[in-house]
Nanobody
Framework: QVQLVESGGGLVQPGGSLGLSCAAS????????MGWYRQAPGKGRELVAR???????TYADSVKGRFTVSRDNAKNMVYLQMNSLESEDAAVYYC?????????WGKGTLVTVSS
């Protein structure tokens, strides 16, 4: 079992920056991929960024060049640095981890982009 807790959401103006963190805990041998998904009102959940244990990254086209995902394997943490935020980035951001072939999810953290 993996428990994921996100932090760092909040209100930011368009063009601003925000960093998200996610801490994994529980009983597991190893966490493989970690990442971030988001869900805006009325829309489905979509991949934002993903990083493997070996630090290979994948980004949604809409965030490439603006967002950076990173992780600390020793601390079982994953981070998302979001720059040049746009109104379309407003959503609930969910942390995801894959361990033992299973997907685990955090409860989400709200990011609001508004002036």
């Amino acid at each position: 079992q993996v428990q994921l807790v996100e932090s760092g959401g909040g209100l930011v103006q368009p063009g601003g920056s925000l960093g998200l963190s996610c801490a994994a805990s529980g009983s597991f041998f190893r966490i493989d991929a970690m990442g971030w998904y988001r869900q805006a009102p009325g829309k489905g959940r979509e991949l934002v960024a993903r990083i493997t244990r070996g630090s290979t990254t994948t980004y949604a086209d809409s965030v490439k060049g603006r967002f950076t995902v990173s992780r600390d394997n020793a601390k079982n943490m994953v981070y998302l640095q979001m720059n040049s935020l746009e109104s379309e980035d407003a959503a609930v951001y969910y942390c995801n981890a894959v361990a033992g072939g299973m997907d685990y999810w955090g409860k989400g953290t709200l990011v609001t982009v508004s002036s």
